[in-house]
């Protein structure tokens, strides 16, 4: 079947335009509302995309952290199995250049919803004292929606990291995902009172960790690092395309009950 022009869009590795726009999406107070601040943890929303395909954005400070230990927590997948309690499965597919890769991650929704995974692009950058990740959905050939999960979409999800000197640091998240599904409004409400703050803080939780279990799990393994560390299989970007929401099922969630829901993720504080 020959696919009309638009159908297939190709993928684009970011530049650094790319990343100086997402830098300045993360420090730009305009258009955002904020919807919590407590415990050193900001979240803020579009003023007008309080909706399901919110872009929702998310800042702590980090005491006794370093910038260069959180960039490593948040690439180290092998560390994520300790403290990422939400995820499912999280592994890497396959490289494209020196700083960016293609993998895949799988979460844990609130019961009776079902779970949701993702295969997305993803690329870094230090930036001066600044270091940046960046990703969004792709599709890959040999990764297609699973059976029993609702695959879902990064339209783009990010982190800056900023230095604030020799043993502290600023952790901006920023992330636009379409979760597919006509999700009911107390997931998306839930998303930003809730689960957002907590996973902040478990991010910071496992930085004070990671030094210490780093020192005894192949201390000097960073490739997003040293690059030629990076023994993963090349993949063509040709090969992969921009993973549009619009091709995937839907699936209509939206009259769960919250009272329904098993709000397992209270329970996983560590």
């Not at 959180?70 to 939400?86: E, G, M």
């Not at 690329?123 to 960046?134: E, H, K, Q, R, V």
């Not at 957002?196 to 496992?206: E, F, L, N, R, V």
């Amino acid at each position: 079947v020959r696919l009309k022009e638009g159908d297939r869009m190709p993928v684009q590795i970011p530049d650094d335009t790319d990343f100086l726009s997402f830098r300045d999406q993360c420090e730009s107070q305009d258009g955002w509302v904020a919807r919590y601040n407590k415990g050193g943890v900001t979240v803020w929303c579009r003023d007008e995309e309080c909706k399901t395909v919110q872009k929702l954005k998310m800042r702590i400070v980090c005491k006794d952290v370093t910038a260069e230990t959180l960039y490593d927590v948040l690439h180290d997948t092998s560390y994520r199995k300790k403290w990422d309690t939400n995820m499912i499965d999280t592994f890497d597919i396959g490289r494209l250049t020196v700083n960016a890769d293609v993998g895949y991650y799988s979460w844990k929704c609130p019961s009776p919803l079902k779970n949701r995974d993702f295969v997305t692009m993803r690329s870094w950058l230090p930036l001066g004292n600044d270091y940046l990740i960046i990703n969004y959905s792709v599709k890959h050939p040999e990764y297609p929606p699973k059976k029993d999960y609702v695959r879902a979409v990064s339209l783009l999800t990010g982190y800056l990291i900023q230095s604030n000197g020799a043993n502290c640091c600023t952790l901006y998240y920023l992330t636009q995902v379409d979760p597919r599904g006509s999700l009911p409004k107390w997931v998306v409400n839930r998303a930003s009172q809730l689960v957002a703050p907590k996973a902040m803080k478990k991010i910071y939780k496992a930085c004070l960790k990671y030094p210490e279990w780093k020192r005894k799990h192949e201390p000097n393994l960073k490739p997003w690092r040293y690059p030629e560390q990076n023994m993963l299989p090349c993949i063509n970007v040709a090969d992969l395309t921009v993973q549009r929401a619009d091709s995937l099922e839907n699936i209509d969630e939206s009259s769960m009950s919250e009272e329904k829901a098993q709000h397992h993720s209270d329970d996983d504080e560590t």
